[in-house]
């Protein structure tokens, strides 16, 4: 038997894990379901509607120890985030902005689809961005 450290951790962080080359086919189903292709656009149309300079590119992907996922724009830049619901506008990583970005999506896919699926992974990221370097700017985005 095996033992998830990122479990058993004295703190109870939640970990996120890049997810590999290999096993990025087998992803998107296994945390979207049949609504995979229809998941991943809301991602990418939500991070399109929040960062005018957002004009696509590459994600990672990551899994969480607690059984959530989300998705990233793969660069180093920081992105300038506006969300018109709330007011906030500010910069934070490509990390923080695909957290927002799937916080968004997978809120908006609970409605949409009215499959739990997407509410699990709502709360299962909010529990991870609640110990992420950039909390405050997250949170502000999201609320």
């Given at each position: ?12 962080k ?10 990025r ?97 709502y ?21």
């Open positions: 038997m095996s033992v998830n450290h990122a479990l058993t951790d004295c703190d109870n939640v970990q996120a894990t890049l997810v590999p080359m290999l096993r086919m087998q992803i998107l189903p296994r945390y979207f379901g049949r609504y995979m292709l229809v998941a991943e656009a809301i991602v990418y149309r939500s991070l399109e509607s929040l960062c005018q300079d957002y004009s696509g590119g590459y994600w990672d992907f990551y899994e969480l120890s607690n059984g959530g996922f989300y998705m990233a724009p793969s660069t180093t830049h920081r992105l300038r985030l506006q969300c018109d619901g709330n007011g906030f506008d500010g910069e934070m990583s490509a990390d923080a902005a695909g957290i927002v970005a799937c916080l968004f999506a997978f809120n908006a896919l609970v409605w949409k689809t009215r499959d739990e699926r997407f509410e699990r992974l709360y299962c990221l909010r529990e991870f961005a609640s110990d992420h370097s950039e909390a405050c700017a997250i949170s502000a985005a999201i609320d």
